[in-house]
């Protein structure tokens, strides 16, 4: 797809995220958390693997399917919880943001809200 939006452009992905969108880098992620007052550590970079996993494997994105598998995968370190302390503005709407993805609807998003 990438070849008939963009002939001749090159794109390389970074290895270390392989399911991050086209165009999407560290540096943006970086420049998008800043704006948001977050500082990015190895943490939040596993947390924005698991949404770029999720987003490649699934063809249709619901909130609440995101936050389960979200849950599950970071159970250990205590789930939505410790989620929240990564990304205050919601695990699922801020930690999108950061990763390059468009939030599902029904996302809580900085304001309280939802992302509709």
């Known amino acids: 797809m990438n070849e008939v939006l963009h002939p001749g452009l090159e794109f390389d992905r970074d290895p270390d995220f392989p399911h ?7 540096e943006t992620a970086m420049e998008e958390a800043a704006r948001e007052g977050l500082t990015l550590t190895e943490t939040h970079w596993d947390a ?20 389960d598998a979200l849950d599950e995968r970071f159970h250990a370190e205590g789930g939505m919880k410790y989620l929240y302390t990564l990304f205050p503005g919601g695990p699922i709407a801020q930690g999108c943001r950061v990763a390059g993805l468009d939030a599902p609807s029904g996302s809580v998003s900085p304001a309280g809200g939802t992302v509709k």
């Open 20 to 26: 991050a969108p086209e165009f999407w880098t560290r």
């Open 48 to 67: 924005v693997r698991a949404l770029q996993a999720y987003f490649a494997r699934h063809e249709s994105i619901n909130a609440r399917e995101v936050h």
